[in-house]
């Protein structure tokens, strides 16, 4: 029968792929469950394809059955199909083929605008501004479409080229543009440079460590070091890793060659691998001090976590994310690939920092426990480190809170409405490190807000909302309704204008950013913020 054949083929597929999984030190009994488990697969499958109401697609259907299974290990061990391998290797190298733009979903718009176009990119340098409503792709209209469509349609092989339909704020009739496509290299060094003139304090942000960041952190240490750099701070705030060799060679650039940097273990041999520099170092002797939190994760983490295991940098910050494994690539049948756990790496006193614990059904669960249970360990200078948790700095900065106003103001249509409109009634301003917002402009921004469509409280709402459903099911809702409906009155008279003023301290110095990279792109934002930001200058008095 033509289902059997279609059916019989499928779970081949299928097979293939768990005998590729198989562990190579699986017991006798483990390919007995394998071939059971395999054979109710195959007939729930097959009564599937029978009985189920609606037409199921094999591949799909497939999908669904390998991140099922994946989804209960942890959430680096990922599946790519041949159709997907463009996001592996845009995370794995930081290169994919576009134009070099970030989109957004705007609900006013109902469809995806430029947020951002990557300065010297193709989408830049054909004229794409900030705030570009999407309306067509190659004359395919992008209305409901949402931004992972948008975004795919915009990816594509370097050297070909397509129309870009947009409408820009302010202007009457759309504009057509014709982009090819390049190889777009996110960078992972937006932006470094000298931030103190009395100390000498050369800055450096990097954003990823993808390929060939380390080379790029290299080129401009020794340049600001040529313009009389005395001190260096790296940054690695919200960092989430990449390439364990590319972190071995930034700690390298700072240790004698042939240091330990770090070492992984895993269940088969080839997992088990020792890292030492491979370098000579470009200094040994400078100052240095590495800014993290808890974004930090993964190879940032080997990279500050071996500084301080070899008593190289001063660690200052917030803990770090605590991500101690390690994925590599495997190829399975079909063109496809896997992303898989492998090992669990450890710095150089023999610490893992692994924060969670996925064998729960895949939920991460805390496996932090109390200073007095961690194991201790030493740096190179015998300094007391511990495991499990991340990386504890060695100077904590606390951690300011941010009214939830700011987080949603941030996300808004409201907000990227009104740096369209600034955008387009400004001309140029000042340099990144001279900007600022004057208290009338900034007066203008509440005003522009208040008028807006701007909402907030959502959480206090639903959170209300939750507790008067809680309370009607327990019997006591009439006793405390005259409370609610004050509290329910009191946040449907808030004053949006008044909040946004009385949050300027936190507000301001991002909404500058959000300007400058309107005319700076992504190095003029990094710039100005390394000037002002808090933790920066905090940082600059812990040498």
Sequence with gaps: MKISRFYDFTISRFYLLFVLLL???ASAQEPLQLSRGLEIFADVYRQLDLFYVDTLSADTALRWAINGMLDDLDPYTVYYPDDNQEDLRAMATGKYGGIGAVIRASKKAGRSVVEEPYEGCPAQEAGVRAGDIILSIDGKDTRGWDNARVSKALRGEPGTTFELRVQRPNCVQPLSFRITRRQIQTPSVPWYGIIDTVAHTGYLYLSSITENCARDVKNAFIEMRQKGMQRFLLDLRDNGGGSVAEAVEIVGMFVPKGSHVVSTKGKVPATCNDYRTPDEPIDTIMPLAVL?????ASAAEIVSGALQDLDRAIIIGQRTYGKGIVQAIRDVPYRGQLKITTSRYYLPSGRCIQSYDYRHGGRKTSSAVGDSLKHVFHTRLGRIVRDDGGIMPDSVLAVDSMPTLVYDLMASDALFDYLNNYAATHDTIAKPDDFVLTDAEYAIFAD??????????????AALEQLRQIMSIEGRLSQAQAELQALEDKLASTDTRADILSAKKFIQPLLETEIISRYYY?????????FRDKDVRRALKMF
């Excluded at 993290?292 to 930090?296: A, E, H, L, W």
């Excluded at 992504?522 to 390394?530: C, E, L, P, V």
């Design 292 to 296: 993290v939190n808890g974004g930090s």
């Design 448 to 461: 522009s807000i208040a008028v807006s469509d701007f909402k907030y409280n959502a959480r206090t709402k």
């Design 23 to 25: 562990p190579v030190s």
């Design 522 to 530: 992504q190095r003029g934002a990094m710039q100005h913020h390394a």
